[in-house]
């Protein structure tokens, strides 16, 4: 029987990712789990010293600290609750990528994810988070399709 321990929850902080977190605690509450907050802060390329006086080094440390708190705060609601969580905050290139190999080293036996809603030339152009880690992780993925806020019924 499927009885999951640790969910492994990426958030981007977008309404999607809070309704999935929500779906995770759902889950942990039932099974006893501990949820395990992820967010996939993008690397910032390296400009030319000539484009601009913008220090990529000190950006990526605003946005990592940035994240660290906000997610401090979903997991310290987790907690008030009653679910176990604890929170990582990591620097990629690729979300998927980085998503699914957080779930391998920490053995993560779920990962619930939301989709974005996009389709159509929108999908082609982005690709798909979501899809991408369904493909390669080695757990069970739980993926709940949003839709397109805006109007529901676009599909």
């Given amino acids: ?6 969910i492994l929850s990426p958030i981007d ?4 990712s809070l309704n999935a977190l929500d779906a995770a605690r ?11 907050l992820l967010h996939v802060v993008p690397m910032v390329p390296e400009l030319s010293e000539y484009a601009s006086n913008f220090s990529e080094g000190v950006y990526e ?3 990592i600290e ?3 708190q906000r997610l401090g705060e979903l997991t310290v609601k987790l907690k008030q609750r009653g679910t176990g969580a604890r929170s990582l905050v990591v620097l990629a290139n690729h979300p998927a990528h980085e998503i699914t190999r957080t779930a391998a080293a920490e053995k993560v036996d779920l990962i619930v994810i939301a989709t974005h809603g996009l389709t159509g030339w929108r999908r ?11 493909r390669t992780a080695d757990c069970a993925v739980l993926v709940l399709h949003q839709g ?7 599909k």
Avoid: C, Q, R
């Fill in 66 to 68: 940035t994240a660290k």
């Fill in 148 to 154: 397109t806020a805006e109007n529901p019924n676009e």
């Fill in 26 to 36: 759902d889950v942990a509450t039932h099974y006893a789990s501990e949820i395990l």
């Fill in 124 to 134: 082609l152009a982005f690709g798909s988070v979501a899809e991408k880690v369904v």
């Fill in 13 to 16: 902080f977008s309404d999607f």
């Fill in 1 to 6: 029987m499927f009885s999951p321990k640790l």
């Fill in 61 to 63: 440390h605003e946005l």
